[in-house]
């Protein structure tokens, strides 16, 4: 049990359709606002564009491309906020193997 509210990080591992670079984890730190919008039944639910951007010493990251400072306000797609952000390539993780096992 941890009773403080202090631990507010979101890992987030996106794949690509490269060979090499298969995968990029983003880690959101201090995560201020996560909000997922599922995608109508009648698209597909990969992410073709996003925004980042700072504003108000937060990073702001979106599905949706071209968005600006003003649009996050009114923005009604999949949104997170973080005082912090730091982001990795995964080579080749799409191997043979699992890259997740379910632990059971």
Partial sequence: MYPLNDKRILNIIIQCQFEDVSMIEMQFIGLKCLRLVPVDEEYTCEIMDSTMLIKDNCIYW???????????????GTLICA????????????????????VK
């Avoid at 979106?62 to 009604?76: A, I, Q, R, T, V």
């Avoid at 005082?83 to 043979?96: A, D, H, P, Q, V």
């Fill in 83 to 102: 005082s912090k952000l730091r982001w990795r390539t995964i080579e080749n993780g799409m191997g043979k193997g699992d890259f997740y096992i379910a």
């Fill in 62 to 76: 979106c599905d949706c491309g071209e968005l600006s400072e003003n649009d996050f306000e009114d923005y009604k």
